[in-house]
């Protein structure tokens, strides 16, 4: 309907709601959140978060398809790190979904890897974003790859979408508006290049991947590698900020 005529950001945005809230819904919520060693317990509070988390997901992922092969490439490796952590954990059906959905991406990614001859479009990177988010939370509550695992993973496309998000608003700029302003933006412009940003984000995200398996395999590294992970995003952030500031 998008495509054909058009929808409004408020409809959108109900659609994510309910779709959302059915997901967490099917899923049990989300009771527990696993931080090292221990879990934390949520209640009622991690459905709510989770709510937000798949809403955020479908959006974030959608944002930030907006270079050849960027998104494409980034769900590659996010699914196929999962998939690799799930089936290590013995979670054979999250592992064999996982699998199929970067196998089929990868497929695509052959025609969208720079110089891009088809496009991800909103039906593509608004169901990505869905099935990470999903796939994380049925993840966390099986006690199989910890959710924080998957945050790791996905870091470099929760931080720049995030903290553009952000900076618009305190901006008074309007969310629905489109933009060129995200950090991958900005520096495939300075490198006049889709191809060496999407490059970068990949080897970025391979780093990532480490830090989040380093964390699966051992629990207590668990939050030691979310900290670095945070830190490693900031600074890429920074340094593309100094390099082509919004």
Known sequence: MDDSHGVNAAPRLAVHAAVAIWTVVMLNGLPTLQIGRDYVQLGITGSALAVLGIVWSINLFNFMDGIDGLAGSQAVFVFGTAAALLFWRGDHSL???????SGSIAGFLAWNWPPAKIFMGDVGSGVIGYLVAAVAIASENRR?????AFVIVAGLFIADATVTLLRRRARGERPTEAHRQHAYQRLSRVWNSHRKVTVAALAATAFLALLATAGT???????????VACVFVAALILTIERRAPM
Do not use: D, T
Request: with cysteine.
């Open 217 to 227: 395999v051992k629990n207590e590294l668990l939050l030691p590698a979310f900290c």
């Open 144 to 148: 199989s790859v910890p959710l924080l």
């Open 95 to 101: 592992g064999a979904i996982s699998l199929c959905v």
